[in-house]
């Protein structure tokens, strides 16, 4: 099952500079854990203890995953996910 | 070194005085590679907080696909504080994901006299913050 995984630039690292991947699995839990066997470390980027990271924003389709099932979100094949780290900071 | 025109440099900055005492935040974008800020995009704070910034989720998606689009790149990610200095905080090294932007920070505390109007502009790479000279033009040459 194919799912284009869009990579935002900090993590191109893990990708060859590539700007998508394809990967699979049917929640968005399996697609990571897929894409770590080929792209050592980006799994820990993206989740922790589980569970997404606080400042990582993952989209399926259109849709911020946070407002689905978080990692639990299931996929269908030819869904596109798109990973963007949030765009944050402050005084503290 | 930020080369910034005029222009652009006052948006900015209004951007931040009108939305003191909360932190205004935003991009300018600029074509792939040239480090040139053209595009001036104001970005919702959803914490709509005077101590913290978040680019709303939805409008991000939106951002970073029209930029794909156009090929272009966040050249500037600006944001404001509004009651200290114009330097990254703890929180914004922290968070900062793009080692090739200038991340501009205004102060806005002048307004309640906590402070100086400042206008800076920084790298931020793997934690590593440098600051760097602000070149204001009236156009790029």
Redesign the interface.
Same mark, same amino acid.
């Given at each position: 099952m194919a799912i284009e995984v869009r990579i *935002? #630039?900090?993590l191109r690292t893990y990708t060859d500079g590539e700007k998508a991947v394809e990967g699979s699995g049917g929640t968005l839990s399996e697609l990571f854990a897929d894409l770590e066997t080929r792209h050592t470390g980006i799994e820990a980027r993206i989740v922790d203890g589980g569970k997404l990271r606080r400042?990582v924003?993952v989209?399926l389709n $259109?849709e $911020?995953v946070?407002f689905l099932d978080g990692i639990d979100t299931k996929l269908t094949d030819g869904d596109s996910v #798109?990973i963007? *780290?949030? @765009?944050?900071?402050?005084? @503290? | 070194m930020l080369t910034i025109t005029r222009a652009l440099y006052d948006r900015i900055v209004e951007h931040a005085r009108a939305d003191h005492p909360d932190e205004a935040c935003g991009v300018v974008a600029g074509p792939v590679g040239t480090g040139r800020p053209e595009r001036f995009i104001p970005m919702l704070n959803a914490a709509r907080s005077p101590t913290f910034y978040e680019f709303d989720s939805a409008d991000l998606l939106k951002l970073y696909r029209e930029m794909d689009d156009r090929d272009e790149e966040p050249v500037i990610i600006y944001h404001s504080h509004t009651a200290t200095e114009a330097y990254p905080s703890r929180t914004d090294i922290t968070y900062a994901n793009e080692p090739g932007a200038h991340y501009v920070l205004v102060s806005t505390a002048d307004t309640d006299g906590a402070g100086d109007f400042q206008f800076r502009s920084y790298t931020i790479v793997e934690g590593v913050v440098t600051e760097e000279d602000v070149k204001v033009v009236e156009e790029y040459a």
């Open positions: *935002p #630039t900090i400042f924003n989209y $259109d $911020d946070r #798109t963007l *780290p949030a @765009v944050a900071g402050g005084m @503290v | -």
